[in-house]
Nanobody, 119 residues
Framework: VQLQASGGGLVQPGGSLKLSCRAS????????MTWYRQAPGKQRELVAR???????DYEDSVKGRFTISRDNAKNTVNLQMNTLKPEDTAVYYC??????????????WGQGTLVTVSS
């Protein structure tokens, strides 16, 4: 099982980006899917989380600007980021609790994708 993140890049302040993360392998089911970020010199922080049924939770600074969604059929989680600010610059990581076909569950991390917000 692995998670593959994509969609990062350079964007101007006020712009938008969409991150995606797809889980692949021998998957039975996926519980919570989460996006974290880590800015230079700072600790990793939770950005947004979505449960299997679609309940969401956001870090205060991104509420109203970021939207997390998932496609359970495609084992994918997305993060739509609008009105980006320089302080959103960070490496973004996806995370998911995945139960494999042997009914063993554990947390997996994607490889990280860099988002740079700068003019």
């Amino acid at each position: 099982v692995q998670l593959q993140a994509s969609g990062g890049g350079l964007v101007q302040p006020g712009g938008s980006l969409k991150l995606s993360c797809r889980a692949s392998g021998r998957i039975f089911s996926i519980s919570d899917m989460t996006w974290y970020r880590q800015a230079p010199g700072k600790q990793r922080e939770l950005v947004a989380r979505i449960t299997y049924k679609g309940s969401t939770d956001y870090e205060d600074s991104v509420k109203g600007r970021f939207t997390i969604s998932r496609d359970n059929a495609k084992n994918t989680v997305n993060l739509q980021m609008n009105t980006l600010k320089p302080e959103d610059t960070a490496v973004y990581y996806c995370n998911a609790f995945i139960i494999n076909e042997l009914k063993f569950g554990q947390i997996y991390w994607g490889q990280g994708t860099l988002v740079t917000v700068s003019s």
